[in-house]
């Protein structure tokens, strides 16, 4: 297995797998506020997260989270205005912040209206005044990554490189040939989290699920392999048609 010992859970489908994620939201964010006093989480974009954002805007599960002690950030971001339905902030808006009783300085978008590789440097400033000594960043409690058919996650591409080894965040530059516009925060920001969780769904990542999890360890190619905890866990809540491949 490429990865330090991740965690495989199937479910039947979507929906089963997001109720399962919302119980696992609930209870990591339980249990950060009471080791440490708040929750910090790091949001995905992608259509597969929105069921569970959905269902943590709704009883019961709305419930259950103490909403003023999470805050709530981003791996990564499209530079596109906050009110474009391609902007990851919108999305979990649409869907959740704006049910959810969070309080909005507890919201940390990125400023996505702004020169990537400004906000690249701004949303950088933003992690420092959560972060855990020695480091420059947060250590997230809990990340919730999604998986692309071409293996990427967040905005870490197929041939982007491999070991950012100073920076926070950093600028893609090109995504299938063109300029991706995007910010991402770096493996070693990731890699510093308790808890991740990757939610995969649908037939077509099948065989790039098998290649990550079991295929032979490609970081250039496959970006999902760079995320690799060094003391947290890492889970991986895949559907059926996801896991046709990995038999």
Known sequence: MTNLNP???????????????????????????????RFLTAFSGGSTPLKLYKLLAQSPYREQVDWPRVHVFWGDERCVPPEDLENNYRQAHDVLLGYAPIPTGNIHRV??????ETAALNYALVLKQFASAPLDWPRFDLVLLGMGNDGHTASLFPGSEVDVSTATL?????????????VTLTPRVFNAARQIVFLVSGESKSEMLANVLYGEYRPEQLPAQRIRPADGELTWMVDQSAAGKLW
């Open 7 to 37: 965690e495989v859970r199937i479910f039947a489908d979507l929906e089963t797998l997001s109720a399962a994620a919302a119980l696992l939201f609930i209870e990591s964010s339980a249990r950060a506020i009471m080791e440490r006093g």
């Open 111 to 116: 400023q996505s209206d702004l020169e990537p």
């Open 170 to 182: 950093a600028v893609t530059a090109q995504y299938q040939g063109r300029p991706a516009n995007r």
